[in-house]
């Protein structure tokens, strides 16, 4: 099994940049990629960015290109998000996941094992 924690969410005004870590543990030779989603609220969970953990390969949503940078440090078993030009509309929870399907994919069913989540808000 493959153990994640996120952190670095928060409170930020529109704008502005927040950093997301995602830690994992446990079996992390299974993984080959790692994606982070978001869901805010009445909406469906929603792919943001995904890495390879090799960190060869991302993949970014379009809403996010530009402003988003998904990167990976494989020593410290981390992957982090992070995003400038912070918009009200990226407000949600953010989620990392990883997946051991051999490609960087958007999909959502293809990731196995989940964190907990973090608060992202942006205001006007």
């Known amino acids: 099994q493959v153990q994640l924690v996120e952190s670095g969410g928060g409170l930020v005004q529109a704008g502005g940049s927040l950093r997301l870590s995602c830690v994992a543990s446990g079996h992390t030779f299974i993984v080959y990629a790692v994606g982070w989603f978001r869901q805010a609220p009445g909406k469906e969970r929603e792919f943001v960015a995904a890495?390879?953990?090799?960190?060869?390969?991302?993949k970014y949503a379009d809403s996010v290109k530009g402003r988003f940078t998904i990167s990976r440090d494989n020593a410290e078993n981390t992957v982090y998000l992070q995003m400038n030009s912070l918009k009200p509309e990226d407000t949600a929870v953010y989620y990392c996941?990883?997946?051991?399907?051999?490609?960087?994919?958007?999909?959502?069913?293809?990731?196995?094992?989940w964190g907990q989540g973090t608060q992202v808000t942006v205001s006007s």
């Open positions: 890495i390879s953990w090799s960190g060869g390969t991302t």
């Open positions: 996941a990883s997946s051991t399907f051999r490609r960087v994919t958007n999909a959502s069913a293809v990731y196995d094992y």
